[in-house]
């Protein structure tokens, strides 16, 4: 389907979910169910997003030390951790992917 | 606009304004990576007003760069833009006294980084009756900042070698927005079980697989919680 389109009902879901509560005014309220999992929710789809980019290599599992984006991957959560700064982050994980496709290249 | 409303503009410019630190690199990456998925530029400029949220665009690229179908993207994208509903449940209230055309515009600009703003401003100061011109210049801030930084992303782009692994760059952006986010045992199950099930049915077509993960990450944080409160 047209990139557009669906770049359009997109953009419509986002801004019903942002006016949703403001058009309702506060006659509608959460069930307690959804309270509690919203807050995982970003967590659980980054993380499902970004598992696969460092563990798979063309569909098949390459779990070592020798897997450039699995070892810059982990330095980059660490330095995530430490720092909380996405420019850290982008900067110390491109190092190491650099670094260690150099040395193993 | 009367003085104080024009005062409480600005004051939402000026608590915005250091979060575009956060922001300006963030919105480069999103308009070179657009370009590396397959958009138009035109596309890429759009979707920072159609969206308007960074991560959602993000999302957005990777799917359709991988080919998932329309009805997996939009309900990816809505999955990650639900905790938009959290800032409009918890804005509702001192909005009620305002027309309708405020709260459609105060809603398009309700993001991350200013209900961040907004709930800091309410925390330290009374509330105003022209606290909306608050939101407001918060929000057009960002805005803003974020349609310059996507625009500076795409001029960008044309000079990076096209050797680099500027993929890689998406994966290390969610790392850094989510490793903050964890915070306790509950939290950090919810990735872990995310991030196990999406390399186990990796296989699955239309990329359905990164629902099913984000769903049972979220379904293990849950019933952690759950029990735990």
């Known amino acids: 389907m047209n990139v557009w389109l669906i770049m359009v009902a997109c953009g419509l879901v986002t801004f019903a979910l942002r006016l949703s509560f403001i058009a309702a005014e506060g006659r509608v309220t959460f069930p307690r169910w959804f309270r509690l999992i919203l807050p995982f929710v970003p967590v659980a789809t980054l993380t499902a997003l970004v598992a696969p980019e460092l563990l798979l290599s063309q569909g098949a599992l390459w779990l070592s030390w020798r897997n450039p984006r699995l070892v810059a991957g982990v330095i980059a959560v660490l330095i995530a951790a430490i720092t909380r700064s996405v420019l850290w982050t982008l900067v110390g994980g491109f190092a190491v992917l650099a670094l260690w496709s150099l040395m193993l290249g | 606009m009367s003085l104080s409303a024009l005062q409480e503009f600005l004051a939402g410019a000026r608590a915005l304004v250091p979060l575009l630190v956060g922001v300006a690199p963030f919105g480069m990456i999103y308009g ?12 890429v400029l759009a979707m920072s007003t159609i969206l308007f949220a960074g991560s959602a665009q993000l999302l957005f690229c990777q799917l359709v760069g991988a080919g ?23 804005l509702a209230p001192r909005l009620t006294h305002l027309p309708r055309r405020w709260k ?28 909306h011109w608050f939101y407001l210049g918060a929000g057009l801030a960002l805005w803003g900042g974020w349609q310059l930084s996507t625009a500076a992303g795409v001029l960008l782009s044309a000079r990076l070698p096209t050797s680099w692994p500027l993929d890689f760059a998406l994966p290390l952006t969610f790392i850094a927005i989510v490793v903050p986010l964890i915070r306790d045992g509950a939290m950090l199950l919810a990735a872990l079980v995310a991030g196990t099930v999406a390399v186990l049915v990796a296989g699955l077509p239309f990329k359905l697989g990164l629902l099913v993960a984000a769903l049972a990450g979220m379904a293990a944080g849950w019933l952690v919680a759950g029990r735990a409160r």
Do not use: C, M, W
Request: proline residues 5%; glycine residues 4%; charged residues 15%.
């Open chain 2, 32 to 43: 070179v990576l657009a370009l590396a998925n397959g958009l138009t530029p035109a596309a």
């Open chain 2, 68 to 90: 998932a179908p329309a009805a997996v993207v939009v309900a990816e994208v809505g999955l990650l833009n639900l905790r938009h509903a959290l800032y409009s449940a918890a």
């Open chain 2, 104 to 131: 459609l515009l105060l809603a398009y600009l309700l993001t991350d980084e200013v209900f961040a703003a907004i709930s800091q401003q309410e925390a330290k100061s009374e509330s105003s009756p022209h606290r």
